[in-house]
């Protein structure tokens, strides 16, 4: 059981648009805590996507954008790309642990 | 670039200790600018943060797994190291090395590519 909830999957066309919620609680997310963005690809480390709610480290490209409001974040795909199929999870502080907390991830299948 | 890479055995005994090392090129773990962590993700289930150790050495651990965890470092060989003691097949995973950036609550930028670990007799 992640401490922070995502949906298991997610599906999209090419071309279109996607979202992934991602839900804590108000030891992490509702306490102001920023969260993150990983893109996991099997056979490979995470790969950043979004840092700080809504910024996006350099080369990654402008069809991912993160958002945060109350308890909870999201982060949307547009334009979907074969490439995208991928693994996303996100990520934030927890005050009762001290330390980095991670969702459930999600499956997002290009159709 | 940064370059992280996990090594250790791919197979623990019950009870034994899972001893894993992050080799780091590219960049110095004596930096005051990061940590270093430890993440984890049993099969067919999310990442587990393990901890984190400062070029200080001082270290952040998990409390669910911080009576069994240890992290240290070697500046001279630039690389860092996880020890989880009395392993059970719960621990079975494939467990990765990244640097966190201590800013904005903190958040991985570069990662290794993992080293499955099982646990079996």
């Known amino acids: 059981q992640s401490v922070l909830t995502q949906p298991p999957s997610v599906s999209g066309a090419p071309g279109q648009r996607v979202t992934i919620s991602c839900t804590g609680s108000?030891?992490?997310?509702?306490?102001?805590?920023?969260v993150h963005w990983y893109q996991h690809l099997p056979g490979t480390g995470p790969k950043l996507l979004v840092y700080?709610?809504?910024n996006r480290p350099s080369g990654v490209p402008d069809r991912f954008s993160g958002s945060k409001s109350g308890t909870s974040a999201s982060l949307a795909i547009i334009g979907l790309q074969a490439e995208d199929d991928a693994d996303y999870y996100c990520?934030?502080?927890?005050?009762?642990?001290?330390?980095?907390?991670f969702g459930g991830g999600t499956k997002l299948t290009v159709l | 670039q940064l370059q992280l890479q996990e090594s250790g055995p791919g197979l623990v005994k019950p009870s034994e200790t899972l001893s894993l090392t992050c080799s780091v090129s590219?960049?110095?773990?004596?930096?005051?600018?990061?940590?270093w962590g430890w993440i984890r993700q049993p099969p067919g289930k999310g990442l587990e943060w393990i901890g984190n150790?400062?070029?200080?050495?001082?270290?952040y651990y998990n409390p669910s797994l911080k009576s069994r965890a240890t992290i240290s470092k070697d500046t001279s060989k630039n690389h860092f190291s996880l020890n989880l003691s009395s392993v059970t097949a719960a621990d079975t995973a494939v467990y990765y090395c990244?640097?966190?950036?201590?800013?904005?609550?903190?958040?991985?930028?570069?990662w290794g590519q993992g080293t499955l670990v099982t646990v079996s007799s």
């Open positions: 990244a640097r966190l950036v201590p800013s904005r609550r903190g958040y991985f930028d570069f």
């Open positions: 590219g960049g110095s773990i004596s930096s005051g600018s990061y940590y």
């Open positions: 150790i400062y070029y200080s050495g001082f270290i």
């Open positions: 108000s030891s992490n997310i509702g306490s102001g805590y920023d």
């Open positions: 700080g709610n809504s």
């Open positions: 990520q934030s502080y927890d005050s009762s642990l001290s330390g980095s907390v």
